[in-house]
């Protein structure tokens, strides 16, 4: 396939967040919203890529700098620790870099850092699922425990103490509900709701198709509005 | 059904995930039934109620410190570049090979000659390789493979005849006139094959006056494109030149030239070859690759010149 067969939707490189006024417009033409920046950043991206290739280390880093608060991001809220997303952010970043030579432009770039970074981040949710950890508690980098969804709720709450109390408990149901799905639904749900990508990227981040990638999404809205609902 | 298909498809309806025709259907029903309706105001009451909390964004200091990290990693990690590429997939480098069959074949070619030189070289340093006169039957064509080398092509003044020195296992010579089937083979020979430039150039020389042959043709073309010599290329230049204009395939041979010759010499020999075809589109888009960035000032003012002079396409 070549290079630029797919228009990623979203501008990279900047945080996307579906919004609502959009969603409720049915999303009509989200390939053109940031198309134009995002094909410049493809053709940029091309060459730092192949200076990148070439052993060329400053390139390298520019390209990091167009993806990595977005894979931030994402590991961030999928594992709920501020270390535990520098590991995977470190972790993909170095094994981009280390395969770099074995990119041959098939997919997007985007694609390609966002599988390392999704496979990455299904370990440590499989690994955490096996210890049977809860979601929205978080450990910062100092090793205190916090919660991220409370955290959250302070900041944008401000002086109303009983508004803050009923998004703290909103956060904690949805960070429990969340933690409930499995890594796959999770991911899914993830990569479509929060950072608004196609479910045909999504599918090919995952290496499976559109119709598995639509299956799981489907699976995982369900278990969520189910959870969500006995916990009202 | 219909109720159950569209309660399948709200979720995506709601992610704008459905094709165009799908999106119509669902909106057309959800305006008829109250039930479906109902089910979209429950979805989109679900994503309200998470976009209460969305995804808090890294802090700048996290963001910060993950590139430092990363930086700092960075500084020892080996990337994975051309050779990594070659050596962790076989499968790329063998299909480096295949995309390059030229260079798969000049490598055997070039092995091959040099097994012949080095043989050739040894047999010659024998006390036994003596120089012979061969007054064969000229029509009786030299046995190619066993030829290893010319050593000098001469013609006699003011004659087509033409005499040969080459060496097979000993040093033999051929006379005979340029129409000699044997003499055109030695010379086809000798334009393709031989080390030394200089008989190449004589060789080249005798060949351009029967460049009808179609071989002969084709040697000077090979000559025009590989020769290391830049005397023997402006040599095949001229052979050519009274072809430029019939054969597309010597036409292109000479475009080559003109864009990719080392010489400048040869690039103005060949620009005045095309010169004459300047309205050909192939030629006009070569001229204007020329007026832009060849390195020769007097070629690229040429190519001006000549891209000037022609008619109005339009």
């Not at chain 2, 009451?45 to 993950?66: C, D, G, I, R, Y």
Request: net charge neutral; charged share 25%; aromatic share 6%.
């Amino acid at each position: 396939m070549p290079a630029d067969s797919y228009g990623i939707a979203i501008p990279v490189g900047e945080m996307y967040r579906p919004r609502r006024a959009e969603q409720e417009k049915g999303n009509r033409n989200p390939s053109v919203r940031g198309s134009l920046a995002a094909q410049s950043n493809r053709i940029d991206d091309t060459s730092l890529i192949r200076e990148a290739q070439q052993g060329n280390r400053s390139a390298f880093e520019v390209l990091v700098r167009h993806y990595d608060q977005s894979v931030l991001r994402l590991a961030l809220h999928l594992t709920g620790s501020e270390s535990d997303a520098q590991d995977v952010y470190q972790e993909a970043f170095l094994k981009a870099y280390k395969n770099l030579g074995s990119f041959r432009f098939e997919c997007s770039f985007y694609t390609w850092i966002y599988r390392i970074v999704t496979n990455l981040c299904l370990d440590h949710l499989r690994k955490r699922n096996v210890r049977k950890e809860d979601a929205p508690v978080a450990v910062d980098a100092s090793g205190e425990e916090y919660s991220r969804l409370e955290q959250f709720a302070d900041a944008r709450s401000g002086a109303n103490p009983e508004r803050d109390l009923m998004r703290r408990e909103l956060g904690r149901k949805i960070g429990t509900a969340l933690s409930a799905l499995t890594p796959r639904e999770r991911m899914v749900f993830e990569l479509k709701h929060y950072h608004g990508l196609k479910l045909r990227t999504v599918g090919e981040m995952l290496h499976t198709t559109e119709e598995t990638a639509k299956n799981t999404l489907f699976r995982a809205t369900q278990k969520l509005r189910a959870a969500l609902a006995e916990m009202r | 059904m219909r109720c159950d298909w569209v309660r399948q498809n709200i979720l995506f309806y709601v992610y704008g995930e459905l094709e165009d025709d799908a999106r119509y259907e669902v909106e057309q029903h959800l305006a008829r039934c109250p039930e479906c309706a109902l089910e979209l105001k429950a979805t989109r009451k679900f994503q309200a109620t998470l976009a209460e909390m969305p995804v808090a964004e890294p802090t700048p200091n996290l963001l910060a410190a993950s590139r430092m990290r990363l930086q700092e990693a960075l500084e020892t990690a080996r990337p994975g570049g051309f050779w990594q590429r070659l050596i962790v997939e076989p499968g790329v480098w063998l299909r480096q090979i295949r995309m390059a069959p030229a260079l798969a074949a000049a490598i055997f070619i070039v092995g091959f000659g040099g097994g012949i030189g080095a043989t050739y070289n040894f047999l010659a340093n024998r006390p036994v390789a003596v120089s012979s006169e061969e007054h064969s039957d000229p029509s009786r064509p030299v046995e190619s493979s066993a030829i290893t080398g010319i050593r000098s092509v001469t013609q006699d003044p003011g004659s087509n005849q033409v005499n040969i020195k080459y060496d097979t296992v000993s040093t033999q010579e051929a006379q005979g006139s340029l129409n000699d089937r044997r003499i055109q083979q030695l010379l086809l020979f000798a334009a393709h094959n031989n080390y030394n430039s200089g008989v190449r150039m004589d060789s080249v020389d005798l060949l351009t006056q029967a460049p009808d042959d179609s071989r002969v043709r084709e040697a000077l073309m090979y000559a025009l494109q590989n020769d290391t010599n830049a005397g023997v290329r402006l040599k095949a230049l001229d052979g050519l030149s009274g072809f430029v204009r019939q054969d597309s395939r010597v036409k292109d041979e000479v475009l080559r030239a003109l864009i990719g010759d080392a010489n400048a010499g040869v690039r103005m020999q060949a620009l005045r070859l095309v010169e004459p075809m300047k309205a050909d589109s192939n030629v006009r888009s070569v001229l204007t690759r020329l007026a832009q960035s060849d390195e020769n000032d007097s070629i690229r003012s040429q190519a001006r010149a000549m891209l000037a002079q022609m008619p109005e396409m339009d």
